[in-house]
């Protein structure tokens, strides 16, 4: 016979249980969810129930943006040397793509940045800043789309 504690025990047990289940996920962001490993899909804003030991939550992604700073050192060919400073706002459109690139994303727009300075330097002909800011943002945007990263704004100035 089991006795009134055990029953006590095991029914906190389970009750401890079923609270660490329910996931309540705020405005603004999204839980990528994981089961036994592998990707299982995405939750939004709301309460959910993941199961135990099954299931845990992978990466918590805003969705409403971020802002990278930008402050580098650029070392050209020609042996001239430029500070690249400003920003670049962007923001997650699909958590599930974005997934595999979340915990790195600010490192692969700074890749990415680069080589949209030296596709917008091979067409400077003498246009302004806001123009050449606006080249890098499509550059970047066309080599980030497919990972679920948008680039909504890029403010950044070249000097010597």
Known sequence: ???SLAIFLILALLAIVAIASIKRIPEGQVYTLRRMGKPAGTLTAGTHFVLPLVERIAHKISI????LAVDERLEHATDSAHTLRGRVWW???????????ID???DLIRLRLRDALETAS????????????????????GS??????????????LAA
């Open 1 to 3: 016979m089991i006795s």
């Open 64 to 67: 409403t943006g971020y802002t």
């Open 91 to 101: 923001q997650v459109l699909d958590p599930e793509r974005a997934d595999s690139v």
């Open 104 to 106: 790195r994303a600010d």
């Open 122 to 141: 091979d067409d400077n002909n003498g246009t302004d800043l806001r123009a050449r800011n606006q080249r890098i943002k499509q550059t970047l945007n």
């Open 144 to 157: 980030l789309r497919e990972r679920g990263v948008l680039v909504t704004r890029v403010e950044l100035d």
